[in-house]
């Protein structure tokens, strides 16, 4: 009979700069963007966490859609609109090395296959400087969005994912980057009727846009960077997702997390069920859509109106809202990973992405606690749930020990 020691394996907790866009005053970063970066090193070590998620986007002055038609404010604590040049680098290398921080990868956020090819081309033209900005930091990883034609079937977007999407991988391989995919479905990026917008949003199609990525070569650049919110969104819970990825032989695809909650309010499903609202939002005027950006937000009603972002650590959960699938059982989710997905787990982020809308401070004394309790909370949920499984299925395992009782059990609710 063999004893193995106990010897749990946590994961490195992050923080997306998304946060807090005014942690450093537009009118200052402006001017002087790798101060932006410096400050969100700072803040990510006073905020007790290991790793910064660095977010870049289009800035407000180039972007295709308005700031006042967006959910959540622009995100790009790292600024692109000059190139990242080795002295850049260099900078920021300092504040990390100062700080005792590392990134955890790069993120853009935006619709890579939309369907006008001149914004298509700006977008595609700005991830190469991400790839760029990654290469200059030794970075390895940059995290995202597919995006869809809206245009498009989503059968049809397959084929514009292999056309158009393939060759953004084929660059990230030539630079030894790896292009971790959120699952957001996007509701509000349109107007229309449809409600995913991002086609990765789901197991069903991860798998099938990968076997198209295998096909070209590039499959080890395409990974999942799984946030459960999503999924809650969709009616999944974390541990079946998990299983059915296992069950098809791509539970290697999840290479990162986004630790975002997501609430049901089940008043909202019983008016519009899970497909949100879908008239009377105020997106549209006198039978179109309305040309004043601010209007234009509406079209996220076919999200908010049945679910709210949770902070996790933020939310009294009904022990039935996880059983109905309504919420994210934190531990559940932690401990799943570890049984059913291929993980590095020592190198895999565990990244807290902050949406709750009522805590959306843009006032670093009144955030600084709450970020900081968020991240403690999922600290502790990850060390329980890699103490529970070094202790489960290593120590007990190899003495032949059974565990007790029989927990949450995948695919049913």
């Known amino acids: 009979m063999a004893i193995r020691p106990f010897e749990p394996r946590f994961m490195k ?11 450093t005053p537009r009118a200052v970063r402006d001017e002087d963007p790798d101060r932006a970066i410096e400050e969100w090193i700072s803040f990510t070590r006073e905020l007790g966490a290991d790793q910064l998620q660095l977010s870049s986007a289009l800035h407000p002055s180039e972007a295709d859609v308005p700031p006042e038609a967006m959910l959540d404010p622009v995100a790009n604590t790292l600024d692109l609109r000059r190139p990242f040049d080795v002295a850049r680098a260099r900078r920021v290398e300092a504040a990390l090395k100062a700080s005792g921080i ?18 298509r081309r700006k977008k595609h033209e700005f991830l190469g400087r991400v790839f760029d900005a990654a290469n200059a930091l030794g970075v390895g990883a940059v995290c995202g969005f597919v995006g869809r034609n809206a245009q498009l079937t989503l059968e049809q977007n397959l084929a514009e994912f292999e056309s158009a ?45 990968h076997r198209i990525c295998e096909r070209h070569g590039v ?39 986004h630790v975002k909650g997501q609430v049901v309010d089940s008043k909202g499903v019983a008016a519009w069920g899970y497909g949100g609202q879908t008239i009377d939002r105020g997106d549209w005027k006198n039978g179109k859509p309305s040309a004043n950006a601010a209007d234009q937000v509406n079209a996220w009603k076919k999200q908010v109106v049945l ?23 934190w531990l559940d989710h932690q401990l799943a990973a570890r049984e059913l997905l291929e993980l590095d787990v020592a190198n895999t982020p565990l990244v807290v992405e902050h949406e709750y809308p009522k805590a959306r401070i843009q006032d670093r004394e009144r955030l600084t606690p709450i970020l900081q309790g968020s991240i403690a909370f999922i600290r502790r949920i990850d060390q329980a749930a ?16 059974p565990v007790q ?8 609710s």
């Open 307 to 329: 679910a709210e972002h949770e902070l996790p650590g933020t939310a009294r959960h009904d022990p039935l809202a996880y059983l109905q699938n309504r919420t994210v059982d």
């Open 165 to 209: 999407f393939v060759p953004l991988l084929r660059n990230a391989k030539s630079r030894g980057l790896v292009l971790r995919i959120e699952q957001c479905p996007m509701p509000g990026w349109t107007t229309d009727d449809s409600f995913f917008n991002n086609i990765a949003y789901t197991p069903g199609t991860w798998i099938a846009l």
């Open 405 to 412: 009782g029989t927990g949450r059990q995948p695919y049913r």
């Open 386 to 401: 890699a103490s529970m499984y070094a202790l489960q299925h290593e120590v007990l395992s190899a003495q032949d020990i």
């Open 219 to 257: 499959g080890d650049q395409f990974r999942i960077h799984y946030d459960p919110s999503h999924a809650i969104l969709m009616g999944q819970d974390t541990r079946s997702v998990f299983q059915y990825l296992k069950d098809t032989g791509y539970n290697f695809l999840i290479a990162g997390f």
């Open 102 to 119: 590392t990134l955890s990868d790069i993120s853009y956020f935006d619709n890579l296959l939309h369907h006008d090819p001149a914004i």
């Open 13 to 23: 907790v992050g923080i997306l700069s998304a946060a807090l866009q005014e942690l």
